[in-house]
């Protein structure tokens, strides 16, 4: 018999007894007593994150808009779709609207959902919601104060062509633009 498999939707259990390190505005590290399938019990450092969405927004001239963002934690600048994490008032479609406004200046009118993503299944809980958007409007961006974005329209496949150059290597981006290109060519059939 096989072990089971998580999937992107599989509920997390946080039954373990749980020591809090850390919490703050996106994050909260613990250590977890947790017991191992087969019965061993060990003690885990865990990051829990609230998730986040993330947004492949594609233009009538199949162009995606990437983002140029400056990421401290990743060393430099780097191409991302427009994402943000999830707030406790909302769901992942939610935020994918309001990401999509605040950091690209977009409103779209046709939304599919794509997938999830688990971000770093070795440590942290952090899943991802895919959404491909078109039918796209120009809206006032609002970028908040820690954020350094440049809004780039790309086409798209060029941005498929950046992944194998190694110029994109930003996880949720990746997965994103092959999640859509895959919809986008099954649609086309």
Same mark, same amino acid.
Request: charged letters at 30%.
């Given at each position: 018999m096989l072990p089971e498999i998580l999937t992107a939707e599989t509920e997390i259990d946080l039954s373990s007894s749980r020591k809090t390190i850390y919490t703050g505005d996106v994050v909260s590290l613990g250590i977890e007593e947790v017991q191992l399938p !087969?019965?061993? &019990?060990?003690?885990?450092?865990?990051?829990? %994150?609230? !998730? !986040?969405?993330?947004?492949?927004?594609?233009? =009538?001239? =199949?162009?995606?808009?990437?983002? #140029? *963002?400056? #990421? &401290?934690?990743?060393? !430099?600048?780097?191409?991302?779709?427009?994402?943000?994490?999830?707030? /406790?008032?909302?769901? /992942?479609? +939610?935020?994918? @609207?309001? +990401? @999509? *406004? =605040? =950091?690209?200046? @977009? #409103?779209?009118?046709?939304? &599919?959902?794509?997938?999830?993503?688990?971000?770093? /299944?070795?440590?942290?809980?952090?899943?991802? %919601?895919?959404f491909l958007a078109r039918e796209l409007t120009s809206i006032p961006s609002d970028h908040h104060a820690h954020e350094i974005i440049e809004i780039h329209w790309v086409p798209f496949n060029q941005a498929l062509a950046w992944i194998q150059s190694g110029e994109l290597c930003d996880a949720k981006t990746l997965i994103g633009l092959f999640l859509a290109e895959r919809l986008l060519r099954e649609t086309k059939q």
């Open positions: !087969g019965g061993r &019990h060990m003690a885990l450092e865990v990051v829990r %994150h609230p !998730g !986040g969405a993330a947004v492949v927004a594609i233009d =009538e001239a =199949e162009r995606v808009c990437l983002l #140029r *963002q400056y #990421r &401290h934690a990743s060393g !430099g600048w780097l191409w991302e779709l427009p994402a943000g994490k999830i707030d /406790p008032s909302e769901g /992942p479609e +939610e935020t994918a @609207l309001r +990401e @999509l *406004q =605040e =950091e690209a200046g @977009l #409103r779209a009118d046709d939304w &599919h959902k794509l997938g999830v993503t688990i971000t770093t /299944p070795g440590f942290c809980d952090e899943r991802i %919601h895919l």
